[in-house]
């Protein structure tokens, strides 16, 4: 059963129902609620929702990029990822207004001294430049230290002694790869409760286009059990008469001997847009670290501190949340047999043959064993997650990222309703 759309589309309704009508950065307004937790176990199935389509390689790239270590929209438009595309525009207009006249220049009409103007470019413009011009980008398109630079180089200073006998002392400045010492202390100490990833770098805040909104995430790992044990020897051939077999296969197949699970901690999520995202992204994350250090993904968590719906998107919300059908339009998906069997009061069920229909309910329940559904945008089951048996996991993550290409994450059996269009407010 798909628990995750039924999470999030009650949270949804819990906005709607009880949100505060809020201000906000962008003007737009929104209904917020503070304070929400979702939780899944990975093996429900891949948590990419169902109630709407998702844009699947659009995820694995932001998520690739912030492994990178990297800030500069050029990787992400040059893989056809456009979500960062709004926030590097706005910062580019702030320093334009600011004076920094890069733009294109253009004849004033009915100039006498061919006097010139610069205008700033359009979006559109904008995002041609980086993807064209790599001196452009490499000066435009930087968002500023946000989540990669926090994760695999968080500037800081490191105390030294000097020994010199006057308690002199200095300090040097480091870089903390977070992500690497996340994976060497899984291997080397996969008990410890500080086990933390975190993005909120109060220092550089100032120089970021937009703070972070996932501020951090912590990861808990715990032995798997003897029934969870056999289940992962069951393709190996499990002898279940002697101990010495069964670790003897475990050894030669190098089978997990731990669960790994994943909290994300959300200071503001941008529920109809932002929240399905991160879901999907950190369970990725969840299996791309699970992989590395040989653990099985266990359960993923979800803080959430601010969760809105902004003004403009609630018809859009009205739509994922969905409606019951009528018995008319439950009927006209079937076939006109089974129609006529209805209206003549006795429908012919497999099992039950010449059942009486004796009102609408009963009519709605016949349907159900026919698989009509009930309801618009009735959840379809999970996908599950295949990666590709060509990314180097055995060592640590800069091998893995030397290895991997954004086709080698897929999903299998996807079933989704459309897409539903809402705005970005930026």
């Not at 690739?64 to 992400?76: E, S």
């Not at 893989?79 to 920094?100: F, H, L, P, S, V």
């Not at 205008?119 to 001196?135: A, G, L, N, Q, Y």
């Not at 099992?351 to 698989?371: I, R, Y």
Request: glycine share 8%; hydrophobic share 35%; with cysteine.
């Amino acid at each position: 059963m798909n628990k995750l759309d039924t999470q999030y589309t009650d949270l949804l309704k819990t906005i709607l129902t009880h949100g505060a009508e809020k201000s906000d950065r962008t003007g737009t307004g929104t209904l917020s609620i503070f304070g929400y937790t979702v939780r899944h176990n990975m093996k429900d199935g891949f948590p990419l929702l169902t109630t709407k389509k998702m844009a699947w390689k659009t995820m694995v790239t932001e998520l690739i990029w912030f492994l990178r270590g990297d800030t500069n929209i050029k990787y992400l438009v040059d893989n056809n990822c456009n979500i960062w595309n709004g926030d590097a525009y706005q910062a580019y207009i702030k320093r334009y207004n600011k004076g920094e006249y890069v733009g294109k220049t253009k004849l004033l009409e009915n100039s006498k001294k061919n006097r010139t103007l610069t205008e700033p470019f359009t979006i559109e413009e904008f995002i041609d430049k980086i993807k064209t011009d790599d001196e452009f980008a490499k000066k435009w398109g930087e968002l500023g230290p946000l989540y990669g630079k926090q994760w695999r180089s968080w500037n800081t200073k490191q105390f030294e002694s000097l020994n010199d006998g006057n308690f002199g002392h200095k300090y040097n400045d480091v870089q903390i790869d977070q992500i690497a010492n996340l994976i060497n202390d899984l291997k080397t100490n996969p008990d410890s409760r500080r086990l933390m990833v975190s993005s909120w770098n109060v220092g550089e805040l100032e120089h970021m286009v937009l703070p972070p909104c996932h501020y951090g995430f912590q990861v808990y790992t715990r032995e798997l059990s003897e029934g969870e044990r056999g289940l992962l020897l069951q393709p190996y051939g499990l002898d279940p008469l002697t101990k010495e077999g069964r670790d003897r296969l475990w050894k030669e197949n190098n089978l997990p001997t731990r669960a790994i699970s994943l909290m994300f901690n959300m200071r503001s999520n941008d529920v109809p847009l932002g929240l399905p995202f991160n879901i999907a992204s950190y369970a990725l994350l969840l299996e791309i670290i699970g992989k590395i250090v040989n653990m099985v993904p266990d359960e993923l968590i979800g803080n959430l501190g601010d969760c809105h719906i902004y003004l403009n998107q609630i018809d859009g919300v009205k739509e994922q949340i969905g409606r019951d059908y009528t018995l008319e339009e439950r009927l006209n998906m079937v076939s006109e047999e089974i129609q006529k069997e209805f209206s003549s009061g006795i429908v012919n069920l497999p099992n039950f043959p010449n059942t009486p229909v004796w009102s609408d309910g009963g009519k709605m329940s016949c349907l159900d064993d026919f698989g009509v559904p009930r309801r618009t945008r009735e959840p379809y089951p999970l996908p599950k997650l295949v990666m590709s048996n060509q990314v180097n996991f055995n060592e640590g993550i800069d091998e893995f990222l030397n290895s991997c290409l954004i086709m080698d994450f897929k999903i299998e059996g996807y079933q989704s309703h459309p897409t539903i269009k809402m705005p970005l407010s930026n």
